[in-house]
C-alpha cells in the first residue's frame, strides 16, 4: 500500500517562497506520475501541476493559476517529488497535497497547509 507524506507548508509573507517535498513509500516510484494539488477551505480541489514519471524537463504541466511561480521537480533516487513556490500570494493558502497515479490507481497523501499572509 502506498503512503505519501507531504511537509514544508507553513506561515509566510505575501511575495515570500515555500518549498514542498513528499515522501512516498510502498510504491515504485518510478512508475508514478505524480502530481500536486491544492484545496482551500469551501472550495474545490485544484491542480497545481504534475510530472510524469521519468521527470524529464519537458513533462511538467501546471494549471493556469500558477502563472510560472512554481515549479515541480522529482528525484526518484529519493522518492521524492518537490513543489517549490515562489512569488506566493493570499489566495494560494490552503491544504497542498501530492498524489502519485498510473493506470488503474491513484493514491493521497494527507496534506500540508500553506498560509500566506498580506
Keep these: 500500500?502506498?503512503?505519501?507524506?507531504?511537509?514544508?507548508?507553513?506561515?509566510?509573507?505575501?511575495?515570500?517562497?515555500?518549498?514542498?517535498?513528499?515522501?512516498?513509500?510502498?510504491?515504485?516510484?518510478?512508475?508514478?506520475?505524480?502530481?500536486?494539488?491544492?484545496?482551500?477551505?469551501?472550495?474545490?480541489?485544484d491542480l497545481v501541476g504534475g510530472i510524469d514519471k521519468d521527470g524529464s524537463d519537458d513533462s511538467t504541466y501546471y494549471g493556469g493559476f500558477v502563472k510560472?511561480?512554481?515549479?515541480?521537480?522529482?528525484d526518484n533516487t529519493k522518492n521524492t517529488v518537490y513543489l517549490q513556490m515562489n512569488s506566493l500570494e493570499p489566495e494560494d493558502s490552503g491544504v497542498y497535497l501530492c498524489a502519485a497515479s498510473r493506470t488503474g490507481s491513484r493514491y493521497w497523501g494527507q496534506g500540508t497547509l500553506v498560509t500566506v499572509s498580506a
Design 1 to 45: 500500500q502506498g503512503q505519501l507524506v507531504e511537509s514544508g507548508g507553513g506561515l509566510v509573507q505575501a511575495g515570500g517562497s515555500l518549498r514542498l517535498s513528499c515522501v512516498v513509500s510502498g510504491l515504485t516510484f518510478g512508475n508514478y506520475n505524480m502530481a500536486w494539488f491544492r484545496q482551500a477551505p469551501g472550495k474545490s480541489r
Design 68 to 74: 510560472d511561480r512554481f515549479s515541480i521537480s522529482r
